[in-house]
């Protein structure tokens, strides 16, 4: 008695296996990837620590207008730029990142700096807006990177 079985031939088989494990391998590798970003450090003269660490050293004042925001850094560490949201009592709206066109025109410790806002860009008198610090740090690579500190790190201003 002969029976008439058909199934998949072994290459096709073994050729279903081996996609199957470059599938798992990827999806794994890009999991994986995820944790494992490219750590971005500053050294503030202790050392190189992590950019997040750098957020609770930051200390400036605001003082925001209907075209400009001016800034004062009062602590040690450079302050690269301000990233602001306007503030209402239900939300928090994107405006915009002011940062300057130059690296080396980073806010220093002890300076001050007036920030003016994209052409064509207005703040309305009244409002509130949150002025969060953005940071430069170096990657393992050598290279420059922006971090923009969380809000907590922000000053909540009025515009005048």
Do not use: H
Request: aromatic share 8%; net charge positive; hydrophobic share 40%.
């Amino acid at each position: 008695m002969r029976l008439n079985k058909k199934g998949v031939s072994p290459v096709i088989a073994t050729i279903f296996l081996i996609l199957l494990a470059l599938t798992l391998t990827l999806i794994i590798y890009f999991w994986a990837k995820s944790f494992l970003l490219e750590k971005v450090q500053k050294d503030l003269g202790q050392g190189q620590v992590p950019i997040e660490e750098s957020c609770k050293s930051v200390g400036f004042k605001v003082d925001a207008g209907i075209n400009s925001i001016d800034v004062e850094n009062t602590r040690n560490v450079p302050i690269y730029g301000i990233k602001l949201f306007e503030v209402s009592t239900s939300s928090k709206k994107n405006l915009f990142e002011l940062v300057p066109g130059n690296e080396k025109d980073s806010l220093k410790p002890g300076k001050s700096k007036s920030f003016d806002y994209p052409s064509g860009s207005t703040v309305s008198i009244g409002k509130k807006v949150l002025a969060v610090p953005i940071l430069l740090g170096a990657t393992s690579s050598g290279e420059n990177k922006k971090y923009i500190c969380s809000s907590d790190y922000g000053i909540l201003a009025t515009v005048k």
